[in-house]
């Protein structure tokens, strides 16, 4: 996700940082760089010329050459103009109101479906009693795959497999909802072209039949400006309240985010970031413009683990690393723990900097792998590691399917972390783990 951008957008702030002074002429080549970069990553190109213009005039006008680390205040002043393009300071949607009509629109294929169930569960996360409402009266097994993303969530479905009136379906399924007592219904349409114009006339009646709080675009961020200009159109049909960009985790050129608020006028509500269901979040402008300029998302990151991670085995694992008794059970309890976060490359790309970022594909193999190693394992040899010697080795090896350099890979991996855990036993340990913690406003207790 934005990768192509981060990269030439850092390489600018190196070379700004290897000047021994900064004038105008750096400035405004520096800035042409990076205007380059935007719309080779298609980003719409008066949005890229205005913000490069807006970026140049904060830069000469506030005087920032003259400063001391100029090139700071440079990254300071993009950054800032960054988060303007991307939203600015929206607020967060915090729903409240009860019942809470969402209707999703948008074209085939853009992961309408999908989304309506990612959708649900966060607001299920969140105290709601979802209903998810099948109006796709066209596409075949739209119903099926609607029910079993449903089921996949435990959130309830509403259909009608023999009705081909997607406003009575609307109709029916609000009053299913209000004599069941849900207080957040998803209507589920179908996917339109939007200059479709007897579809683009039944969702503004199915509009008007439900009267939604929310009536969002999902798109699909691949498609780059084409997802800009069908917002537009849809926009301007059926005035959206929001947009839902799918996909982002495929898309490595970001366009379709950079371009979306200044050519639509509409924000971005929320963000699908990989296949699974929880792999949905609330779209932040200004954690994503950091990303994008290499300064990373601790916070989003940080929130993650509390979302993902078992509270229990938390707080068993912090009385373990205290304690220095960190083993092989507890390594693979935490594998098993990251993997509920997502991909390794999306966490990576959390982390400040450019760290090494695993392919998605690498990235699940080696987890798997490692499990596997473990599960291998005596009861008593990963209790005591220590016993474990080469022959030991080689039947876990064998019994993995992997080969012994695999076995001893993951062996020292294991022994480095149990080093760093040993950091932090006693009272002094305890001091620097609260520390660590405070940076990302954790709590760790005594």
């Known amino acids: 996700m934005f990768a192509s951008i981060t990269d030439k957008i850092s390489n600018v702030f190196k070379n700004l940082r290897g000047l021994g002074k900064i004038s105008e002429k750096n400035v405004t080549d520096a800035l042409e760089e990076i205007r380059n970069s935007l719309l080779s990553a298609d980003v719409n190109r008066e949005a890229a010329d205005e913000f490069i213009g807006k970026v140049h005039k904060s830069a000469i006008g506030q005087k920032v ?21 991307l939203g600015g300071d929206q607020e967060v949607e915090k729903y409240t109101v009860k019942p809470l009509k969402i209707l999703l629109a948008g074209l085939h294929g853009s992961g309408k479906t999908t989304t309506a169930g990612k959708l649900a569960l966060l607001l299920k996360e969140s105290g709601y009693n979802p209903l998810l409402v099948a109006c796709d009266i066209y596409r075949p097994a739209a119903i099926d795959q609607l029910k079993v993303v449903a089921d996949s969530i435990s959130v309830a479905c509403y259909a009608e497999p023999d009705s081909k009136n997607a406003c009575k379906i609307a109709k029916h399924g609000l009053q299913h909802a209000e004599d069941n007592h849900f207080d957040a219904i998803i209507f589920d349409t179908a996917g339109r072209l939007h200059i479709d114009k007897q579809l683009i006339e039944e969702i503004k009646d199915v509009k008007k039949i439900v009267s939604p709080n929310e009536v969002f675009l999902v798109a699909d961020a691949a498609l780059g400006q084409e997802a800009v200009n069908i917002a537009k159109a849809f926009n301007d049909a059926i005035s959206l309240s929001g947009i839902i960009l799918t996909k982002l985790d495929g898309d490595a050129r970001g366009g379709a985010a950079l371009s979306m608020k200044y050519v639509t006028g509409v924000p971005i509500k929320f963000v699908g970031t990989g296949e699974k269901l929880a792999d949905f979040s609330v779209f932040h402008p200004k954690r994503m413009a950091n990303r994008i300029l290499g300064m990373g998302d601790v916070v989003s990151l940080v929130e993650k683990a509390q979302q993902h991670v078992d509270e229990q085995e938390r707080e068993k694992l912090s009385k373990k690393i205290k304690k220095a008794e960190f083993d092989l059970n507890d390594f693979l309890t935490s594998i098993q723990q990251i993997k509920k976060m997502g991909p390794m490359s999306m966490l990576m790309g959390m982390l400040p900097g450019k760290p090494k970022i695993p392919t998605a594909d690498s990235d699940s193999e080696k987890m798997k792998m490692n499990e596997a190693i473990i599960q291998s394992m005596t009861i ?63 709590h760790v207790g005594k």
């Open 65 to 85: 050459l003259n400063k001391i680390l100029p090139e700071q205040q440079i990254v300071k002043i993009i950054c800032d103009e960054l988060i303007e393009l």
């Open 380 to 442: 008593q040899e990963r209790a005591k590691p220590a016993i474990i010697n080469s022959w030991r080795r080689a039947r876990i090896a064998k019994g993995a399917g992997v080969e012994l350099k695999d076995v001893n890979a993951l062996l020292k991996q294991f022994s480095q972390m149990q080093k760093m855990m040993k950091s932090f036993k006693g009272e002094k340990g305890i001091k620097k783990m609260q520390a660590f913690a405070s940076q990302f406003n954790l």
